[in-house]
């Protein structure tokens, strides 16, 4: 399974699981709707990314250097699913936490998207060091 399709996976599953919870703990089906798209721009900037230049790195379930574009995603995902998992279990707003995700999502796609054209080791090796 390549890294596109690990990532898909992994968070379709997510959708159905927080999905069922937002069901069980009535939330707002529009609230949930707007949470999920919440992490569509990381998700497919990511996509976009290894399909434009596929890192050489390994995936980070596998043994060897781990890609950092791959490592950023499953952190961004990890932390939007607890987030969301959290609020939606204490009945909290939603809401809240999609604007929060989204506040973040220019500055987390910049940097993948940034990742494809010039790779922090690209850039390192260019850096004089005295």
């Known amino acids: 399974m390549g890294k596109r399709e690990g990532l898909v996976y992994l968070v379709v599953a997510l959708w159905v699981v927080l999905g069922a919870l937002g069901v069980f703990k009535d939330t707002s089906l529009s609230e949930l709707s707007v949470y999920f798209g919440s992490l569509t721009a990381y998700v497919g900037i990511y996509v976009w990314s290894e399909t434009k230049k596929p890192s050489i790195k390994s995936s980070v379930f596998k ?7 791959e490592a950023m995603i499953y952190i961004v995902t990890l932390l939007w699913a607890l987030a969301g998992g959290f609020t ?6 939603l809401n809240e936490v999609t604007v929060y995700f989204v506040s973040l999502s220019g500055f987390v796609t910049s940097w993948i998207l940034g990742e494809v ?5 690209e850039v390192n090796k260019n850096i004089s060091r005295k």
Request: aromatic residues 16%; proline residues 11%; charged residues 40%.
């Open 117 to 121: 054209y010039k790779p922090e080791d």
């Open 88 to 93: 939606m279990w204490y009945k909290q707003n």
């Open 63 to 69: 043994k060897g250097p781990t890609s950092r574009r």
